[in-house]
């Protein structure tokens, strides 16, 4: 977990707020792009995006309402139940991509934040693990959340891709990303 080096931890906050800068200058889309990192809560490891970097479109209040709402959510990353995964720990854990065009398409135990997205009217949702720069260790989670429907991420990714590029210089980890969008 990046939270036992705590010096390496910041360096790779730094760098996610600079990947997600990158990424909000690349893009018109009206988007949410939020990092779900883990922390000690208690006696177990969970998910937060409270206190991570996070770019938001200003002309959405309903992004904005959903922002405030995923700040009270944590979601647990120890033991082997799936019961409080979610998106981002589900991501995390299985250290591979997980998207859809409209999250109205799950159910309320695939995504606990589904009566919160169908409130504030999003949709699409596109959600990344981020890799320390050797690639072996998942870091967070970076959670893309649209109010449009979206069948075809690949445009997403590829900002995103050179966003992380950018900020963590491991292009080897986006090519392994982008495969699974083009397959």
Known sequence: MPIDNPDGYCMIKERMTQALRYFKESTEQHVLAQVWAPVKNGGQHVLTTSGQPFVLDPHSNGLHQYRMVSLMYMFSVDGESDRELGLPGRVFRQKSPEWTPNVQYYSSKEYSRLDHALR????????????????????????????????????????????LEVGFHFPSICTLITCYFLS
């Open 120 to 163: 504030y009217n999003v949709r699409g949702t596109l959600a990344l693990p981020v890799f320390e720069p050797s690639g072996q260790s998942c870091v967070g989670v970076l959670e893309l959340i649209m109010n449009s429907q979206k069948i075809n991420y690949a445009p997403e990714v590829d900002k995103v891709c050179k966003a």
